[in-house]
């Protein structure tokens, strides 16, 4: 079993619609939460960074974390067919530290929005 | 800033040959990470550095797979000899102390024939 599920998908949307993304995990031990957007042929960039439970909310995108359920989640509202991207999960168990700032994603969800 | 550097960003070579990848991190990132990249396995962590000392190549896939960083600002992931399986997209990503967040450059597409 991967340490870090995320269902590839591909999910397409009409343009407008709420977008819920997620991913799960095993390792108790990860603390900082992140979603990578990575457009075609574009290297990843990162989009939200979390730590811990809670929500953080961006313009249109809000990260979830529920450490309780091994949960993790980005909802994209009012979806645009510039959010076309395939959007990465990524943890780690602490900010840099012993583990030098090493992530572990997820596959990676593929999102098209159609207009 | 520049952001990272790869070259080349594509790479065409036949199977046998030696392939060098190449990378510059950002200025003051003291971590580089190489990924391999395909639609079958994702994502995947093949070395990283910290201070220019290999940390974990436990990802590197073979010993036809190696990386070296000679100095704070380049990086090289070399195949030798190269198959078909190699064909992917290699990224290179750098991180600074004390922080988990990583900057990506544009990736070298690989396609070995």
């Known amino acids: 079993q991967k340490e870090v599920e995320q269902d590839p998908g591909p999910l397409s949307v009409p343009e407008g619609a709420i977008v819920s993304l997620n991913c799960t995990y095993s390792?108790?031990?990860?603390?900082?939460f992140m979603w990578y957007r990575q457009y075609s042929r574009k290297g990843p960039e990162l989009l939200m960074y979390?730590?811990?439970?809670g929500n953080k909310e961006d313009g249109r995108f809000t990260a979830q974390v529920d450490k309780s359920s091994k949960y993790i989640s980005l909802f994209i509202r009012d979806s645009q067919p510039s959010d076309s991207a395939t959007y990465l999960c990524?943890?780690?168990?602490?900010?840099?530290?012993?583990?030098?700032?090493?992530?572990?994603f997820g596959q990676g969800t593929i999102l098209t929005v159609h207009p | 800033d520049a952001g990272v550097i790869q070259s080349p960003r594509h790479e065409v070579t036949e199977m046998g040959q030696e392939v060098t990848l190449r990378c510059k991190p950002i200025s003051g990132h003291n971590s580089l990470f190489w990924y391999r990249q395909t639609m079958m396995r994702g994502l995947e962590l093949l070395i990283y550095?910290?201070?220019?000392?290999?940390?974990?190549d436990s990802g590197m896939p073979e010993d036809r797979f190696s990386a070296k960083m000679p100095n704070a600002s380049f990086s090289t992931l070399k195949i030798q000899p190269s198959e078909p399986r190699d064909s992917a997209v290699y990224f290179c990503?750098?991180?600074?102390?004390?922080?988990?967040?990583?900057?990506f450059g544009p990736g070298t597409r690989l396609t070995v024939l």
């Open positions: 990503a750098s991180s600074p102390a004390g922080a988990d967040t990583q900057y």
């Open positions: 979390t730590y811990s439970s």
């Open positions: 550095f910290n201070n220019n000392v290999p940390i974990d």
């Open positions: 990524a943890m780690s168990a602490n900010a840099g530290g012993t583990s030098y700032g090493k992530l572990t």
């Open positions: 390792n108790s031990a990860f603390q900082y």
